[in-house]
């Protein structure tokens, strides 16, 4: 197992940053997400410690190597690209054996990793087929087998399941991260999807714009976002984030937060917040019923407040409810630079 760590990453093209200052480290063996939304700078980041990409600046090491002026193929890095990337032409087993067979591995070898690969990722019926063959989610164990097969200690992934469908794209966030644990690989896992990152990840590396957000734990992240773009991008619906007008009116019909600051923003997550006797007075606007739960929609002190209530509570369009949550709930931000503070 080999850990990985960046060290001051920069990246321009022409006039345009795209990476600012990138710093974070892997511990050898874990699952670490590269999260944010598209044109955030995670793939560029994936691809610069795969050597696929030069850095502008900064270093990238690997097992405590420098290897920033390494050539792609001397890393020992595997890589899962977005698209399945498979040979028409070829076999399953034959698309597996590819990167091997370039390298000269010795065909007993060969044999062996395949039979071993093959068996883990559930392909072995499947090893005469060609791709137009499989389905998705097969093309895409394919794709899986070729990177392990490799026998690296570091595996790096693009968006992997970005083509599946939901259903099966929740079937192989359990599949993959079953299988991190298992060879005890340290991967490196690019996305946009908060829940593929909260669900597989030990570490998620939130960014945006270019830079590193917030570097933690999925549940610190949840818990404890280090800003009002980090309160707003993990979680489903977002947290709910009220002005400095509405904290003001809230703060002043004695809500239960503590005394409202100037140049403070609120955040309060939908499932903190319940239909109550007394609390803020609110007037509901919207209502979406879910089964298990309902999204209540309302306003208060002209603002939108959304809140994820289970069940289906007795409640309707245009009526005056009260609204409140816990103390603890309540999350403090400066409204001038969207960092979170403490009250």
Known sequence: MKAVKVNGLGKTWGDTQILDQITFSVEA?????????????????????????EATSGTVEIAGEDVTAWPA??????????????????SVRDNILFGLKIRRVPRDSRNARLTKTAELLGLTPLLQRK???LSGGQQQRVALARAIIAETSVCLMDEPLSN???????????????LQQRLGMTVIYVTHDQV????????????????????????????????????????????????????????????????AREGLVLGIRPESIRLAET???????????????TMV??????????????????????????LSWPAEATHWFDMSTGRRIEC
Not at 29 to 53: E, H, V, W
């Open 29 to 53: 063996g874990s699952f670490a997400a590269l999260l944010g939304p598209s044109g955030c700078g995670k793939s560029t980041t994936l691809r610069i410690i795969a050597g696929l990409d």
């Open 73 to 90: 193929a001397q890393r020992g890095v595997a890589m899962v690209f977005q698209s399945y990337a498979l040979f028409p032409h070829l």
């Open 131 to 133: 791709p137009a063959q």
């Open 164 to 178: 599946l469908d939901a259903q099966l794209r929740a079937e192989m966030r359990r599949e993959l991260r079953a």
């Open 196 to 259: 593929e990152a909260m669900t597989m990840a030990d570490q998620i590396i939130l960014m945006n714009a270019g830079r590193i957000e917030q570097t933690a734990k999925p549940a610190e992240i949840y818990e404890r976002p280090a800003s009002v773009f980090a309160a707003r991008f993990v979680g489903t619906p977002p947290m709910n984030v009220l002005s400095a007008d509405t904290v003001a009116a809230l703060c002043s019909d004695a809500v239960n937060a503590p005394r």
């Open 279 to 293: 609390g803020v007075p609110a007037e509901i606007t919207a209502i979406e019923y879910l089964g298990a739960e």
């Open 297 to 322: 929609e309302a306003t208060l002190a002209g603002a939108s407040i959304l809140a994820r209530i289970g069940g289906r509570p007795p409640c309707r369009v245009g009526e005056a409810v009260h």
